[in-house]
């Protein structure tokens, strides 16, 4: 009697090998599909600061790492008036799970009471404790670093948080001797426009000295659009459905992306021809 074949049950992978596909491709950890997971998401956040970043603040990746951001804020109203802050925003592999937090570091020199003074570190994790990936992302962050410089007191926080805050020098003074702290603010102030030319090596936001170019550019665009005093702590202009924004003063004129790229093209023409 013939008995039948017996089939060889298939191998169950042996535990710490690397599984393949039918093609010969590695399939991808679970890790590795978390990782990627989380990349993306960031790609994400960033994108949505196109319309969503506070004005005054600008951020770009840096040229190697995806995690790693240079970025520059320009204050306009207030104590900090006319200061220009370059930092960095930095987001760990981890970034994007509960409680890990971006870190930002200024690389100007800030006497704010938000900011350490001898690294020059946000106090990210004095503002959010509990850092939620469904409630927080980077345009909170950049938000959150805009608002240090317009704050007026500190009746809303407790003693308890005071405490917590990196530069208790510069908050006392804040509370004690407004004058004393308002000299302290101008003169970093001061020291920031300074040394808004001085680039770190791999920064990817850089300052060069006006030229003739730039100033015949910026009174043309005046000229065509009006001028803007500034955002002071919020967005001082309003976005129609076709992507184009207008200043709340209805005696500006709608700026476009064309009307913008025709001046410059007029700049340029003119530079050719040494008409300036």
């Known amino acids: 009697m013939n ?13 710490g090998k690397i599984r393949h596909t039918s093609t010969g491709q590695p399939t991808p950890s679970t890790v590795e599909r978390d990782q990627a997971m989380k990349d993306y998401k ?17 951020l770009l990746p840096s040229h190697d790492d995806n995690r790693f951001f240079h970025g520059v804020i320009f204050i306009r109203r207030g104590a900090f008036c006319n200061g220009i802050f370059k930092f960095t925003l930095r987001c760990p592999t981890t970034y994007n799970d509960y409680g890990t937090h971006p870190q930002v570091t200024f690389s100007s020199y800030v006497y704010n009471p938000h900011v350490h003074p001898e690294t020059g570190e946000l106090d990210i994790p004095v503002a959010f ?13 950049v938000t959150y670093l805009k608002r240090i410089f317009y704050v007026k007191d500190y009746k809303d926080m407790s003693d308890e948080e005071q405490a917590k ?8 003074l804040f509370q004690t001797d407004p004058e004393s702290y308002r000299r302290r603010v101008q003169g970093c102030v001061e020291e920031s426009q300074r040394s808004v030319y001085l680039t770190e090596p791999g920064c990817t ?13 910026r009174n043309m665009l005046k000229e065509r659009f009006g ?3 500034g955002d002071g702590g919020g967005d001082n202009n309003t976005s129609n459905n076709d ?4 200043a709340e003063d209805s005696s500006s004129a709608v700026v476009s992306r064309e009307a913008v790229l025709d001046i410059i093209q007029q700049v340029a023409e003119q530079s050719l021809e040494g008409s300036f």
């Open 165 to 172: 805050i990196p530069n208790q020098e510069a908050l006392h």
């Open 243 to 246: 992507g184009e924004s207008k």
């Open 227 to 229: 001028e803007s005093d």
């Open 129 to 141: 404790p509990e850092w939620n990936p469904n409630k927080h992302f980077l345009p909170t962050v």
């Open 42 to 58: 960031l790609t994400v956040e960033y994108k949505n600061l196109k319309t969503s970043c506070p004005g005054g603040v600008y």
């Open 205 to 217: 936001i850089n300052f060069t000295k006006e030229e003739r170019s730039h100033e015949l550019l």
């Open 3 to 15: 008995r039948p074949p017996i089939t060889p049950s298939p191998k169950r992978p042996t535990p």
